[in-house]
């Protein structure tokens, strides 16, 4: 079974520009978290999704940072304009809706701003 | 408001003795409870779940974890660890909200195994 499919793995740029990831949750999910990794930070949950809903954005640092979920298999994370402080490893993880039920994680994007 | 606390933050083992990640949580309900491992370069993996009933739970890799009510933790424990098992590992609660499951997590315990 395919789990959450995460691109770009690596994605280095220079401050300013903007920087797109993308997501596809497992088929049936229907909830979708996009969290932040950082040395400093550890891990932090950044926005998610309830049947393509936003429902919970107050982890997004900043206006430079959206996030999108046009359809149930698809889902954007947009960083405009990048800078170094948001370099990390970004990972997107999706579950079902229910009571308790865990989240299944994808390998993350390793995002460098130089 | 949810809390996890994982009050270790490396730990060394030697191969073939036995590991105890410790896990502390704070809610006020029955909790769900989770264990996760990142190995380097890699996403979060589920290693195992509590909802309720039987306290002690088994998880993939030989894991294993007790939710003790009274002190509220969800430790988890291997009887012998193998090289393999280098990695870092979360504790995690979840909330229940009206609208889905937000996990809340532990900061890690990083294991190295010593051979």
């Known amino acids: 079974d395919a789990g959450v499919i995460q691109s770009p793995r690596h994605e280095v740029t220079e401050m300013g520009q903007e920087v797109t990831l993308r997501c596809k949750p497992i088929?049936?999910?229907?909830?979708l978290f996009w969290y932040r990794q950082t040395m400093m930070r550890g891990l932090e949950l950044l926005i998610y999704?309830?049947?393509?809903?936003?429902?919970?954005d107050s982890g997004m640092p900043e206006d430079r940072f959206s996030a999108k979920m046009p359809n149930a298999s698809f889902s954007t994370l947009k960083i405009q304009p990048s800078e170094p402080r948001d370099s990390a490893v970004y990972f997107c993880?999706?579950?079902?809706?229910?009571?308790?039920?865990?989240?299944?994680f994808g390998d993350g994007t390793r995002l460098s701003i130089l | 408001a949810q809390s996890v606390t994982q009050p270790d933050i490396h730990i060394t083992v030697s191969e073939g003795a036995s590991l105890e990640l410790r896990c502390n949580y704070s809610?006020?309900?029955?909790?769900?409870l989770f264990w996760y491992v990142q190995s380097p370069g890699q996403g979060l993996q589920l290693l195992l779940k509590?909802?309720?009933?039987?306290?002690l739970v088994q998880g993939i890799k030989g894991f294993e974890a007790e939710f003790k009510r009274s002190q509220s933790s969800f430790n988890l424990r291997k009887p012998s660890v193998h090289w393999s098992d280098a990695a870092e590992y979360f504790c995690?609660?979840?909330?229940?909200?009206?609208?889905?499951?937000?996990?809340?997590f532990g900061t890690g315990t990083q294991l190295k195994v010593e051979l």
């Open positions: 088929s049936g999910h229907n909830s």
């Open positions: 999704f309830n049947n393509n809903v936003p429902i919970d």
């Open positions: 993880a999706s579950s079902l809706a229910a009571g308790g039920q865990p989240q299944h």
């Open positions: 509590y909802f309720s009933g039987d306290t």
């Open positions: 995690a609660v979840v909330t229940l909200t009206g609208g889905g499951n937000k996990l809340t």
């Open positions: 809610y006020g309900a029955t909790p769900y």
